[in-house]
């Protein structure tokens, strides 16, 4: 019996893990804040996001305006951890400042996730965000060489 519900257990949070990513792709805040904890928090995204559902709120108000699907490539759990690989597929108006407006970002991101009493309490996020940017055109340019102080 013990067993069975240890997988019971697994097999929700992989659900919820997954339902959070796809309220994401929706932009459904409201049904999101039903799935974290009071004190979540979310590392590897904005930063000084405030925890909780303020947190969300000033998450979306960052990404601002897009157009998004998260693709489920692989769900693990083990334990009040839930790790999602997945793919994002989006259109998002501007990216750190880089104009994104009318071109598709393809790209890939882990979250953790950790599980207390069946909400999310934690995410750790970690995608290929550089990768995104050089989607959208921006460059990695050398730095000036220093200024000379003269002869």
Do not use: Y
């Amino acid at each position: 019996m013990t067993s069975t519900t240890a997988t019971d257990n697994l097999t929700a949070n992989k659900r919820l893990a997954v339902r959070f990513l796809d309220l994401i792709s929706d932009g459904d805040i409201a049904a999101l804040a039903a799935l974290i904890s009071p004190a979540w928090t979310m590392e590897g995204g904005p930063p000084d996001l405030p925890a909780g559902r303020e947190g969300l709120r000033v998450l979306f108000d960052h990404i601002g305006g897009v157009r998004q699907r998260w693709t489920i490539d692989d769900v693990l759990a083990e334990g009040d951890k839930v790790v999602v690989r997945a793919t994002n597929h989006c259109e998002q108006d501007s990216f750190f400042g880089v104009p994104g407006r009318g071109i598709v970002q393809v790209f890939t991101a882990t979250f953790t996730m950790q599980i207390v009493d069946g909400l999310i309490a934690k995410v750790w996020r970690n995608a290929a965000d550089l990768q995104r940017l050089f989607q959208l055109g921006a460059r990695i340019l050398p730095p000036a060489p220093p200024l000379s102080s003269g002869p």
